[in-house]
């Protein structure tokens, strides 16, 4: 499958890792929108929110559960957690990635 995160996943693209197990990866976002920025993706492939079944859904529980352990690693006491299901929305990326934006104030969500 041609998906830019599973390639993350599999080593074929280099990324910047601040957290992995056998389940997740985060790794750094190559362009930034706030002082800390980190995707957390599940290694298995999932194309978004919308495609998380009750076999997957261990998965997107298992990512907040290390989601604390992430921001802690990072400084992070308030931040910023959010995934984009569709263009619409603004996905731009076929593989479910959470992101964690943090270190300065955030403004209200558009
Ligand atoms: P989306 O727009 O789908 O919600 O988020 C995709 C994110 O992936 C964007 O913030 C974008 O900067 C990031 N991104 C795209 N390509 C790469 C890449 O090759 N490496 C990393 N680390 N981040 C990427
Ligand atoms: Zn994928």
Partial sequence: MDCL???IVNGEI???T????DRVLAFYDIDPKAPVHVLVI?????????AVTVDTAADVAHIFEVIP?????LDLTDFRVVTNNGPDAG???G??????????VLG???
């Avoid at 601040?18 to 197990?21: G, K």
């Avoid at 599940?42 to 919308?50: D, N």
């Avoid at 593989?95 to 300065?104: A, E, S």
């Fill in 5 to 7: 995160f599973c390639k």
């Fill in 14 to 16: 280099p990324n910047k």
């Fill in 18 to 21: 601040v957290y992995e197990d």
């Fill in 42 to 50: 599940p290694k298995v492939h999932l194309s978004g929110a919308a």
């Fill in 69 to 73: 352990q992430i921001a802690k690693s």
């Fill in 91 to 93: 996905q731009t990326v």
């Fill in 95 to 104: 593989h479910l990635h959470f992101h964690i934006l943090g270190g300065r």
């Fill in 108 to 110: 209200e969500m558009g």
